[in-house]
């Protein structure tokens, strides 16, 4: 039986041996995945309290305890839905460095190679969205949804009194201002609304650097009669580097950086994921999820819960095969109040 590589499940497992854009804050945050047979999704976000039980006379009768609330969002993921197409001029081109005559490189081979770089090339756009989507949510609890023809923001909710902005002496660039003290002490308001302490801080490259150049900082991490943290930096695959950890107080922090991009596609300008003067707090522990709705397609059916959906069809003049591939993620921030995004530069 002759395999056609354009059917779209061959060329799903072509693109699961694609490798991955950098998606350090996707993978590390909202590392679930669920899918939807319909258009909408329904979140629950539960904010539970630390109740403890009440005393009672042995005699009394047992006291009614109500199921902690929960908050019900619906939202509708958007949508992706982008081509690329595949002429015959590119099948007979030699691609660069190639060898001209080059055994066993006919129009088939070249074709399946073309194939492979296009979907390639769409996955990575649709996964560097994802990445996009994670860096908003960290920065503010919101994803803004703008494109041809939409315009929305999707809020999950993250406390306002988690999203600090330091001025005057209480920014780490002034010799004042105290970057451990701040730390704990985010980190247990955090702790105490969400009941998860942050274990992972993502700092801007400008934070970094005001870090290590506060002397305060510095040195009650020098400081050996107290074991309050170290400073280690080390470089981790996909553009992150390991800083050091604080331990004190109770609070068990490692420190990052992150040197990754993306271009805008309204204003092509090119953005870093973690803005240079932000720190953010979370724990990957913390509920957050990559949801897909349904691919809205009739040859997926009609209503497909997949991940991803390529197809391929043939216009015959003039003769273009064309490669498309839909997707409809959200990136959801199920637990808000477990974040923070701290402006301390």
């Known amino acids: ?8 499940r061959t060329m799903l497992q072509a693109m699961e041996q694609v490798p991955s854009p950098r998606t350090f804050l996707r993978d590390t945050f909202f590392g679930g995945t669920k899918t939807h047979d319909t258009k909408h ?26 199921d902690e609330g929960f908050e019900t969002k619906t939202f509708t993921p958007p949508y992706l839905k ?24 006919g129009p088939e081979a070249r ?17 560097r969205r994802e990445e996009v989507m994670a860096s908003e949510l960290m920065n503010s609890g919101l994803v803004t949804v703008t494109g041809e023809g939409i315009n929305a923001v999707v809020d999950f909710g993250m406390p306002a009194a988690h999203k600090v902005t330091l ?10 201002s105290d970057p451990l003290t701040d730390l704990i002490d985010w980190c247990l308001m955090i702790g105490q609304a969400s009941g998860l302490l942050p274990s992972v801080a993502v700092l801007g490259i400008d934070v970094w650097k005001a870090l290590r150049s506060n002397d305060k900082f510095t040195k009650a991490l ?12 080390r470089v981790l695959p996909n553009g992150v580097s390991y800083l050091g950890s604080i331990n004190e107080s109770g609070v068990d ?15 092509s300008n090119e953005l870093p994921m973690v803005p240079a003067d932000k720190l953010w707090l979370g ?19 009609g209503l497909a819960a997949v991940e991803r959906f390529p197809k391929s069809w043939v216009v015959p003049d003039p003769s273009v095969r064309w490669l498309l591939l839909q997707s409809a993620p959200l990136v959801a921030m199920l637990q808000p109040d477990a974040f923070g995004s701290m402006k301390v530069v």
Request: charged share 30%; hydrophobic share 35%; no cysteine.
């Open 41 to 66: 999704v329904d979140i629950d976000i539960v904010k539970g309290k630390r109740k403890i039980a009440a005393f009672v006379k042995p005699i009394s009768e047992g006291k009614v305890v109500e």
């Open 1 to 8: 039986m002759t395999i056609n590589m354009y059917e779209t």
């Open 82 to 105: 982008e081509k690329k197409r595949l002429t015959p001029q590119e099948l007979f081109n030699r691609p660069a460095g190639s060898v001209i005559y080059a055994p066993g490189d």
């Open 111 to 127: 074709a399946q190679k073309e194939l492979g770089k296009k979907l390639a090339d769409l996955e990575d756009r649709f996964t």
């Open 167 to 176: 001025i005057g002496t209480d920014l780490w660039t002034d010799a004042a």
């Open 283 to 301: 724990n990957p522990a913390a509920r957050g999820e990559r949801l897909y709705g349904a691919i809205e397609d009739l040859d997926a059916g």
């Open 222 to 233: 020098d400081n050996r009669r107290i074991i309050t943290g170290q400073i280690d930096p």
């Open 253 to 267: 922090l490692d420190l990052y950086t992150y040197a990754e991009w993306y271009v805008d596609p309204v204003t």
